[in-house]
């Protein structure tokens, strides 16, 4: 239960889960430290509420945070973005911190020292969607005004292609497709290493031919050699 004047930290705060966050936590009454990965989610994110933030690209996380708390850190951090950030969220915590993961995007493997857990009285808390009544009673804060979601830009339904191109060539879709290929390999390995087989991944990227509906839209094709180590024989999917 979050309390007026705690810290928070919201991790990737340039997504639809960092956004919300945010905005919620504000409301609530507390400080609310955020990251992201650029200057113009960065300079967003203050707008939405942010006390402070971080660029997770270029700076220490935990050491910015305890920086911003006086070397205490925050007392609750939202987490969704999965193993690339597990480690510094953990650690940006204050003793008796909880930590509340409601996501996986670059990795579902995440690892702790149990000893830094219970010596700093830590609690890992998941959180998965919600109830329809919780729903509904949420988007009336949306109905109202008092949270907003953050809107690039509009297009009407004639400039579909246009939108559809806008989209292609910001960071975001170049970010996309790296996560979609960092989930799908994490699967993958995941269940295949049950049966004792090696994988090895090739990706290629392809374009769609300027007469094909989407023209211009960047697919990924994936080929995995599959070694079977007890039998030493190897086969290819694609």
């Not at 004047?5 to 409301?27: F, K, M, P, T």
């Not at 004792?196 to 995995?224: C, K, M, T, Y």
Request: charged letters at 25%; aromatic letters at 6%.
């Amino acid at each position: 239960k979050l309390r007026a004047g705690e810290d928070v930290l919201v991790i990737g705060a340039g997504s639809g889960v960092g956004q919300a966050a945010i905005q919620i936590a504000w409301r609530h009454g507390a400080r609310v430290f955020a990251t992201a990965g650029s200057d113009d989610k960065l300079a967003r994110a203050r707008q939405l509420g942010a006390y402070e933030v971080v660029n997770h690209t270029t700076q220490d996380v935990p050491a910015a945070i305890k920086e911003f708390t006086g070397g205490r850190g925050v007392d609750v951090g939202v987490e969704h973005v999965g193993t690339a950030t597990w480690d510094r969220s953990l650690k940006s915590l204050a003793r008796g911190g909880r930590l509340v993961t409601c996501g996986a995007t670059t990795g579902h493997d995440a690892r702790i020292d149990l000893r830094f857990l219970f010596g700093r009285q830590l609690s890992l808390l998941g959180s998965y969607m919600g109830r329809k009544g919780e729903l509904l009673r949420a988007a009336q804060f949306f109905f109202s005004g008092e949270l907003r979601s953050v809107v690039d830009q509009t297009y009407p339904l004639s400039e579909a292609a246009e939108a559809q191109r806008r989209l292609q060539l910001t960071p975001v879709a170049d970010d996309c497709r790296q996560k979609a290929k960092q989930q799908a390999e994490s699967v993958l390995r995941g269940f295949v290493r049950r049966l004792g087989w090696n994988l090895e991944f090739r990706w290629q990227a392809r374009s769609r031919g300027p007469g094909d509906h989407g023209a211009g839209l960047v697919g990924i094709s994936l080929s995995v050699t599959v070694a079977d180590a007890s039998a030493g024989k190897e086969s290819r999917r694609a």
